[in-house]
């Protein structure tokens, strides 16, 4: 699920974007459905009748964070939340960082999937966005 959080900033990419440049990045992966939402996560679970929520943890600091809102979503609506811990090598990697290294002209094609790298170098046509 691709999900709209009101309490950050709009984002570089719509909502229909990062769904469309997900679908692209697993396509790989034919029995994967990428659905857009808005609104609380546990709902998106509970209309798709999922199990379980499945969140990636980069650090300590992620873990706690995710773990107050994992406490919060069983609460409210019974759905659990498992964590897939990081590759070690991508623990430092956060799409701030991605978006300043394209911004600049850096090279980003190692930190993100091909099709989120061409959307970055169409933002950032003048600094090469971020291919190399």
């Known amino acids: ?26 396509s790989y992966l034919p029995s994967v459905k990428v659905m857009a939402f808005e ?6 679970v509970q209309q798709l009748k999922a199990a379980f929520i499945v969140k990636g943890l980069r650090t300590g600091g992620d873990f706690e964070v995710e773990q107050q809102m994992a406490h ?6 019974g759905v659990r939340t498992v964590y897939l811990p990081c590759n070690p090598a991508l623990v430092s990697i956060s799409s701030r960082f991605i ?5 600049f002209g850096g090279d980003v094609t190692s930190l993100v999937p091909a099709p989120v790298a061409a959307a970055l170098a169409e933002w950032f046509p003048q600094n090469g966005g971020g291919a190399a």
């Open 1 to 26: 699920g691709v999900m709209h959080n009101p309490a950050k900033p709009s984002g570089m990419f719509t909502l229909d974007q990062r769904k469309d440049m997900i679908k692209e990045s697993i």
């Open 99 to 103: 978006r300043e290294i394209a911004q």
């Open 39 to 44: 609104g609380l996560a546990v709902d998106a």
């Open 72 to 77: 919060t979503n069983h609460a409210v609506s």
